[in-house]
Structure formats: structure tokens, C-alpha cells
């Protein structure tokens, strides 16, 4: 029989929780999408995600290699570049990213979207 309890009703996987506090913020998943098809100077990165503000995508990416999921690489000038690739762990992520995107395909009202 199930447990119905208020106790069992306020217990929440942990590993869940995680990813939708990093996933659930605005622009992240977009800018995973972009980086997973190669890494990508910063410039090209913020044209690929329309609306995204600079400081945005500055602190989305501050959040996304402070949990190792992304990693900064300075290309020595002239001029000097910054360019952002996802580490192994990050990688890791497309399969499950990839059948997110079909499930919304399927059960997901279109959006109207590019």
C-alpha cells in the first residue's frame, strides 16, 4: 500500500532537485543546446541565444562552470577570445537533453518557436 503520509508527501529526490535548480533557471538549457554542437567563442554564443543579455550569459556560464559542467578557455590573441566548451560531465548530459527534446515534441503544445 502507498504511503500517503505528509512526511512521505514532502520528501523530494535529491538528485532532481539539483538539476532543476542549475536547469530550471532561464537560458541555460539554450546555452547547453548551443554548446553541445561544438565549443563556441562568447560573441557567437550570445548571436546563437536571441534576447540573451551579456551579463546574462556571463553569469549563466559562471553558474555552469562553478558546477563543472563548462569550461572557460582564453584563445591567445591578437585579438584575445574567450571560448566556452562543456567538460566530460556536460557532455554527458545529451542524451538525456535529446529525449527531453522529443518528449516536448510529443506532449508539448508547439510553442511557435524559430
Known sequence: MADHSEQACRRV???????FELFGKRWTGPIVSVLMQ???HFADLRR???GISERMLSDRLSELGA???VV????EGPPL???YRLTQAGAAMEPALK???????????????C
Not at 72 to 75: F, I, K, L
Not at 100 to 110: C, I, N, P, Q
Request: no cysteine.
Open 13 to 19: 529526490d535529491v538528485g532532481i532537485t539539483r538539476v
Open 38 to 40: 561544438h565549443p563556441v
Open 48 to 50: 546563437a541565444i536571441p
Open 67 to 69: 558546477a563543472g559542467l
Open 72 to 75: 572557460r578557455e582564453v584563445d
Open 81 to 83: 577570445r574567450v571560448s
Open 99 to 113: 529525449e527531453l527534446a522529443l518528449w516536448s515534441e510529443t506532449y508539448l503544445a508547439d510553442g511557435g518557436g
